[in-house]
């Protein structure tokens, strides 16, 4: 079955500490990775996506993920945290044919200390 | 670059009411819609799908249905709200990557 699973539901780091938000999937063809970022009662910003070629790609707000095919992983990683990084974040995982479907994890709420 | 508005933004219905959420987007045509809905503390699940006018899919059985009268819109209804139809409800395009609009937040009391 294709599923994301994103094992933290909440995190706390203090600001300047470095981020990694975990992300597993299961997924039968060859996957599309995206994560999200929400801000409360937002809707959904996409911070980077993989679609093939380099495995470690960069995004937008100084985020960058890595692609791992053998362990079915897409952590997405910060170097230092900034207050305005608070939020909840979603992977997600798709195919681009016709239908374009994304599945998404639970998502992770980051919550960041001063 | 391709906007999705989304309106309203806010909504609070009594049970057994009709719904109808309504997504617009520009700067794109012929794009892939999508709703999504996010139930407090989970995740996005996805409802509905439409490659073209008047085509749509749908991915759970529910109370609700959607509609595409014009390539660029995309509505969301139901005869009769339930309580479990409370949440937030997200409209998408697919153009390589999927965008998503600001939502709709819907109480059901």
């Known amino acids: 079955a294709q599923s994301v699973t994103q094992p933290d539901i909440h995190i706390t780091v203090s600001e300047g500490a470095s981020l990694e938000l975990r992300c597993n999937y299961s997924?039968?063809?060859?996957?599309?990775l995206f994560w999200y970022v929400q801000s409360p009662g937002q809707g959904l910003q996409l911070l980077l996506k993989?679609?093939?070629?380099?495995?470690l790609v960069q995004g937008i707000k100084g985020f960058e993920a890595e692609f791992k095919r053998s362990q079915s992983s897409f952590n997405l990683r910060k170097p230092s945290v900034h207050w305005s990084d608070a939020a909840e974040y979603f992977c997600?995982?798709?195919?681009?044919?016709?239908?374009?479907?994304?599945?998404f994890g639970q998502g992770t709420t980051l919550q960041v200390k001063p | 670059s391709q906007t999705i508005h989304q309106w309203p933004a806010t909504l609070v219905q009594p049970v057994g009411s009709p719904l109808s959420l309504e997504c617009t987007v520009e700067?794109?045509?012929?794009?892939?819609l999508y709703w999504y809905r996010q139930a407090a503390g989970r995740g996005l699940q996805l409802l509905f799908y439409s490659v073209g006018i008047g085509q749509i899919s749908s991915e759970v059985p529910q109370n609700l249905s959607a509609s595409r009268p014009q390539d660029r819109q995309f509505i969301l209804s139901s005869k009769k709200l339930l309580l479990s139809d409370s949440g937030f409800y997200l409209c998408a395009l697919r153009r390589r990557e999927v965008f998503f609009g600001e939502g709709s937040r819907l109480t059901v009391l």
């Open positions: 997924y039968g063809a060859t996957p599309y």
């Open positions: 700067g794109t045509s012929n794009p892939n």
């Open positions: 997600a995982v798709g195919a681009l044919g016709n239908t374009g479907k994304l599945i």
């Open positions: 993989y679609f093939s070629g380099d495995t």
